[in-house]
């Protein structure tokens, strides 16, 4: 399962009919807040990622709608599998367990000050 949220953008005058439409289709998304300069928040369920971005397309051919673009995503299959991921490597690189590296050949590349 995924879901994912998406922001609306519509002009001020149209934000009411938006999200008529939007609870018009529950099918298609939720409706969850908005603002009054035409912004609105929905999100998106879908089986996979193809079933989401199927859902965005058809938000973004909403009547009034000026763009519709993907936030946030949560997929429960990639999370699972990035989990497994990191679960099966070992936490300690090989080369800090190797009593004959050289101390003074570890590259540490996280005082980004001086490399950019």
């Known amino acids: 399962m995924n879901i994912s949220s998406i922001v609306i953008q519509t002009l001020p005058q149209n934000?009411?009919?938006v999200?008529?439409?939007i609870k018009e289709n529950p099918e298609i998304c939720e409706y969850h807040l908005h603002d009054p300069k035409g912004k609105?928040?929905?999100t998106v369920e879908g089986k996979d990622v193809e079933e989401e971005v199927n859902k965005l397309v058809d938000i973004q051919c909403f009547d009034y709608v000026i763009a519709a673009?993907?936030?946030m995503t949560y997929q429960e299959d990639q999370l699972d599998e990035e989990?497994?991921?990191l679960e099966?490597?070992?936490p300690v690189p090989a080369m800090l367990n190797d009593g004959n590296t050289d101390p003074r050949k570890i590259?540490?590349?996280g005082d980004l000050r001086k490399r950019f």
């Open 40 to 42: 609105i928040i929905v």
């Open 88 to 90: 099966a490597e070992d």
């Open 19 to 21: 999200i008529e439409i």
């Open 83 to 85: 989990v497994r991921k």
């Open 15 to 17: 934000v009411e009919k």
């Open 69 to 71: 673009d993907m936030m």
């Open 107 to 109: 590259v540490y590349n």
